[in-house]
């Protein structure tokens, strides 16, 4: 699926079954939750905090409802998401093009 895919997918998924967006201010506190959820996630995944008895576990659903609210975001502000993430990834590339292939972090050389 394309991101204009997504963004029509998830507009048309609104407006039959959510009724209408949520207010932008509510869709960030929304976005806020769900990324804390990834957290939640990842440090018991990752780090060194546990899983607790009947707690979620399902990265790949977080982060769909991560990505789900994301584009509710992008979509009642107008935002091109397939335009924005192109003019994000020049940035980076114009930025960046040689700071991580120079990173000795990176490479494994740090220290040596």
Same mark, same amino acid.
């Given at each position: 699926m394309k991101l204009t895919e997504l963004q029509e997918d998830i507009d048309a998924w609104v407006r039959t079954y959510g009724v209408r967006y949520f207010s932008e201010l509510t869709n960030l506190g929304i976005l806020v939750e769900e990324v /804390?959820? $990834?957290a939640r996630i990842m440090t018991r995944r990752y780090g060194d905090q546990s899983f607790k008895g009947s707690e979620k576990n399902d990265l790949g659903d977080e982060l769909a @409802?991560?990505?789900? $609210?994301?584009?509710?975001?992008?979509n009642q502000t107008g935002v091109d998401l397939t335009e924005a993430m192109r +003019?994000?990834?020049?940035k *980076?590339?114009? +930025? @960046? *093009? @040689? +700071?991580h292939r120079n990173n000795p972090k990176l +490479? /494994? @050389?740090?220290g040596q």
């Open positions: /804390g959820e $990834v @409802d991560v990505l789900f $609210v994301l584009t509710c975001i992008a +003019r994000n990834l020049e *980076k590339t114009a +930025r @960046d *093009k @040689d +700071r +490479r /494994g @050389d740090a």
